[in-house]
């Protein structure tokens, strides 16, 4: 079975600070990957994307995501974060075999302080 | 384009009560799913649809029940609320490459 962790469950940073979320899959087959944003108080939005080739993938808003298959790891970046990305974020999964469905990770809450 | 459109908003129901929340999208997207999103839980998938007239379960899918009679709409049945089903349930569409459009929420209150 698919699952997704994400161990950061609240960060609060300083405006201008780096920003790295943290997010590791349990699958042994070929995966997508994704990176979802919930503003206060809004619906989920697409990040970024991960299928195939250059393991560095860059998003929306500045925000860009490394894919490192040896670790299970698809963890979410931002050289310099801002009082606008306070947001819950959100790491999903999808084995290419089987259900077409996403796997959630439970999010991380990001607060900016200005 | 409206995208993925869910009503009611807000909802409050008295336990055993039941209701439908509505889910309808315009992309002419094949694939539906209803999510429901709980506090330190993320979002957990409830049903799905593959096509009209195809549903299948999710990881969640007691106390619901769904049915996809056309393209655009995939309403979600209470059968009969229970408060541990008090949530917030979005509503989701996609095409292919797994890129799925979600809905803003309805938020359910069960007493």
């Known amino acids: 079975a698919q699952s997704v962790s994400q161990h950061n469950h609240h960060v609060i940073l300083s405006e201008a600070a780096s920003l790295e979320l943290g997010c590791n899959y349990s699958y042994g087959g070929t995966v997508n990957l994704f990176w979802y944003v919930q503003y206060p108080g809004q619906h989920l939005q697409l990040l970024l994307k991960y299928f195939s080739g250059d393991p560095l993938v860059k998003g929306i808003k500045g925000f860009e995501a490394e894919f490192i298959k040896s670790k299970f790891s698809f963890n979410l970046r931002k050289p310099s974060v801002q009082w606008s990305d306070t947001a819950e974020y959100f790491c999903?999964?999808?084995?290419?075999?089987?259900?077409?469905?996403?796997?959630f990770g439970t999010g991380t809450r990001l607060t900016v302080i200005p | 384009n409206a995208g993925v459109t869910q009503t009611p908003k807000f909802q409050v129901l008295k336990t055993g009560q039941s209701m439908t929340l509505q889910c309808a999208q315009d992309m002419n997207h094949e694939y539906m799913s209803w999510y429901r999103q709980d506090p330190g839980m993320g979002l957990r998938l409830i049903h799905y649809?593959?096509?009209?007239?195809?549903?299948d379960q999710g990881e969640v899918p007691n106390g619901y029940n769904v049915s996809r009679s056309t393209t655009e709409d995939f309403p979600l049945r209470l059968l009969s609320a229970a408060p541990s089903q008090t949530s917030v349930y979005f509503c989701a569409s996609w095409a292919t490459l797994y890129e799925q459009y979600f809905g803003p929420g309805t938020r359910l209150t069960v007493t």
């Open positions: 999903a999964v999808n084995a290419r075999t089987g259900a077409n469905n996403l796997f």
């Open positions: 649809s593959v096509g009209a007239g195809i549903t």
